[in-house]
């Protein structure tokens, strides 16, 4: 349907054949360019497929030096009067890398402009186009791939300028060593890039040590071997190897290059002890320092495994010297570990034996392993005293019995030099030690709870001297195991409880402690006497609280209630103790109240806010007393005239009244016949009867007397202001006032005063005069007032009958 083209291509017959070798020949016919027509129907060179055509690679040389160089001609076969302008496009052309191809718009020859490497660009896809001269497509663009074809020019290069490889000493013939590789740039799939190894060159070093051909190599793969035995590390210690690298199978393009192969050691040879024998000298009683060293030869690789050596000592039982290897000398270093003892071994002869670290090789000679001996001499030293053991350990009961042994020998001296003994910490001071034994006792009963005691242990420092001074000390650890020491004491002493014994809250918590630990203390026992279990009983709550609580109702009161409280420990202690319980009526909450607060609690009580109203009151009330009271002290003192004191004014009521009204305390518990004062008062006006009247009297008390012998309601004289400034004047004043009382017509007269002394007769309690003897003074003997003190000397003088 569609109108077909056709093409003229250079080669046109020879691209649908394939290439039989790498570089192919060209003649003339190849280069002469042909037609050929793509879009035809048929063509040859041509491929059908489905409906388009395949049109086979176009292939170019690389290099080639006869630029421009045509290369393809496209036509088109379709019936068109006017001019067909040919177009392409693609990598090459308009597309990086540009300029390496053109097309002739008019005739359709595809030209390379520049030489082409293949090792850049193998192939190129471009696309030609058959346009009219208005830009139309006349056909559909034809696709057409250039191939770029390879020549040999690039040399093969090794990966490395420089291989390092290794072999152990004595490897047998064809054992791998390295491998070698090297690239070529041409095309891998020609024999442009086909490469060949060899070995061009041997040196060994040192120099001339290896003259025959030891190693091959492997011309495809690059692997390199020995060829030969006679790999000897102790005479040569490495070789050097030229390599070369050649493309086409061999034939073609060569480089250098070089391989390095290092005869490795292995432990083909055993280290020798020089000498095999050695004296040294040791110290008694130190430790960890170098005691000497010792010497081998080995001929492997030094450094290595195969070279070091491995020490070891085969007769020293009691692990007291060790044997170490100095990396840098590989001398063996013998060291004192334990402390050695003169007294017990003066000399030790030691055997050495030496190894290598790494196994021995089964290409090394068959040889006795390497011996050597080592006689070691102690020499003596003053050693200091030892103790058996640091810390010494002493379990004992708190209340040991003072002078109890606690520990004996404790310390002994290697020397057997004779041993002083002391104690240099003893902060309770509760032990002592015999200078001469050491043996430690107990100087006093011990503390649990002293300050010095922590978790049950007890700390002090015991020394010990030889005779030539060498001293040690050891710390003594004292393990007090706890004894029952104290019984336990109850608590609370006091309490209430409630009156209703049928209330389940009615009771009083009792509880004890203990001064003693466990398992002297808790759990406790609480327990009634049996005259007391009747109104009282005690119930066990938990190991340390019980509740007492009546059986009973009992009234209100006090009650003395005796509880007996016991312990666990071994013997069992146990205590007494009285408990004073206060029975009461409780409220809901079961908490004491009053007997008011009992009956306003009641049904026909009142409310707790109106008893907070009346409270306020009663309050208040006393608050106005107060106040009234204070008033009126104040007016009485505004009362006092001007120019008056304090002691004397006039006032309503004389300050002096109260003098009578609460020193008179009459007679005993028979008086009824007072000092009669009837010259004091009208016995008319006042009654006698006891009580509250004056005794004799019936004078109310607090109520002013009055005097019989003096006119009534007659002013007060003047009384004396204030004492003198002057003290000579105080006479003066006492007197002034003196004579102004006596004749006051409104006081009672000075000698009333004798009332206040006056006791009445018949008391029962009897006289003081019962105290003294019924015997005269001169009888009596005092000299026992000598005896109680210096507080009763002296009375004891006053007695004194000289």
Not at 102 to 126: A, C, Q, V
Not at 609 to 625: E, G, N, P
């Amino acid at each position: 349907m569609a109108v077909r083209m056709w093409m003229v291509f250079v080669l046109g017959s020879l691209l649908c054949q394939a290439w039989t070798s790498a570089e192919p020949q060209h003649n003339e016919e190849e280069l002469h360019p042909r037609t050929l027509y793509p879009w035809r129907n048929q063509g040859k060179g041509m491929i059908r497929v489905k409906r388009d055509w395949i049109i086979p690679p176009i292939r170019v040389l690389e290099n080639s030096k006869q630029v421009p160089e045509d290369l393809v001609q496209i036509k088109s076969d379709k019936i068109f009067t006017g001019v067909v302008i040919y177009k392409l496009e693609g990598p090459g052309v308009d597309q990086e890398p540009k300029n390496l191809f053109e097309i002739d718009d008019k005739t359709g020859i595809i030209r390379s402009k520049r030489p082409l490497d293949r090792e850049k660009y193998n192939s190129f896809t471009l696309k030609a186009f058959a346009l009219s001269p208005s830009g139309e497509r006349l056909e559909n663009p034809t696709t057409i791939e250039i191939v770029v074809l390879d020549q040999n020019d690039n040399r093969p290069a090794f990966t490395k300028s420089q291989f390092i490889g290794s072999v152990s000493e004595f490897s047998v013939p064809g054992t791998s060593v390295m491998s070698v590789s090297a690239t070529d740039a041409d095309d891998p799939m020609t024999e442009n890039a086909y490469l060949s190894y060899s070995i061009i060159g041997q040196e060994s070093y040192p120099a001339n040590a290896v003259t025959k051909t030891m190693f091959g190599i492997n011309n495809e793969t690059g692997a390199i071997y020995t060829r030969d035995v006679g790999l000897d590390r102790e005479v040569v210690k490495s070789f050097q190897l030229k390599l070369q690298i050649a493309d086409m199978g061999g034939m073609g393009l060569t480089s250098e290059g070089v391989a390095i192969i290092h005869v490795t050691d292995i432990n083909n040879h055993i280290p020798q002890f020089s000498p095999a024998s050695y004296s040294m000298t040791a110290v008694e009683n130190q430790k960890d320092y170098e005691l000497g060293r010792v010497n081998v030869t080995d001929r492997d690789d030094p450094g290595t495994g195969n070279w070091e050596a491995k020490y070891s000592i085969s007769n020293d039982p009691d692990g007291y010297f060790a044997i170490s290897t100095d990396p840098a000398t590989n001398q063996g270093v013998l060291t004192v570990v334990k402390p050695l003892d003169f007294e017990a071994q003066s000399e030790y002869v030691l055997t050495l034996t030496v190894g290598n670290l790494n196994p021995l090789s089964n290409k090394a000679p068959n040889l006795p392993v390497s011996t050597a001996t080592v006689v070691v001499t102690v020499v003596n030293q003053n050693e200091a005293p030892h103790f058996r053991e640091d810390p010494i350990q002493i379990v004992v009961p708190e209340s040991v019995v003072p002078g109890t042994l606690l520990k004996s020998n404790i310390a002994f001296d290697p020397d057997n030099s004779h041993l002083r003994y002391e104690i240099i910490r003893d902060p309770d001071r509760w032990l002592s030690i015999n200078g001469d034994t050491g043996d430690i006792s107990a100087r006093r009963t011990f503390n649990m709870r002293s300050p010095h005691v922590k978790n049950n242990i007890y700390n002090a420092v015991v020394k010990v001297t030889d005779a030539d001074g060498v001293s040690t000390s050891a710390t003594v650890l004292i393990t007090l195991k706890e004894t029952n020491d104290f019984p336990p004491q109850l608590f609370p002493l006091s309490g209430s409880v409630c009156k209703d014994a049928s209330r389940t809250s009615s009771g009083l918590v009792l509880s004890a402690v203990d001064e003693d630990l466990a398992p002297h203390a808790a759990p406790f026992t609480f327990e009634m006497p049996v005259d007391l279990s009747i109104n009282w009983t005690i119930i066990q709550v938990n190991d340390t609280h019980a509740v007492l609580h009546p059986l009973v109702e009992l009234e209100a009161g006090e009650y003395a209630v005796t509880v007996l409280v016991s312990d666990s420990g071994s013997p069992v202690l146990s205590a007494y103790a009285q408990v004073n319980v206060t029975v009461c009526p409780c409220d809901s909450f079961g908490d004491c109240k009053s007997e008011a607060g009992a009956l306003l609690g009641s049904s026909v009580g009142i409310s707790f806010i109106a008893l907070i109203i009346i409270m306020a009151c009663i309050a208040l009330l006393l608050l106005l007393l107060l106040l009234a009271v204070a008033v009126t002290t104040c007016g009485r003192r505004h009362h006092i005239k001007k120019g008056t004191g304090l002691l004397v004014g006039e006032s309503e009521d004389d300050i002096r009244d109260n003098v009578f009204n609460y020193d008179e305390q009459g007679g005993g518990e028979e008086d009824e016949n007072a000092f009669n004062i009837d010259l004091l008062w009208n016995p008319n006006d006042m009654p006698s009867t006891p009580g509250p009247y004056y005794p004799g009297t019936g004078v109310p008390r607090g109520k002013q007397p009055l005097r019989k012998d003096a006119p009534q309601n007659l002013p007060s004289p003047i009384y004396p202001r204030r004492p003198p400034a002057d003290p000579t004047d105080i006479e003066d004043y006492i007197n002034d006032g003196l004579e102004a009382a006596d004749n006051d017509p409104n006081v009672p007269p000075y000698d009333t005063a004798l009332i206040y002394d006056y006791e009445g007769e018949g008391s029962l309690a009897g006289s003081l005069s019962s105290i003294a003897s019924g015997s005269s003074d001169g009888d009596q003997d005092y000299d026992y007032l000598n005896s109680w003190g210096p507080r009763f000397q002296k009375l004891a003088n006053m007695y004194d009958p000289r």
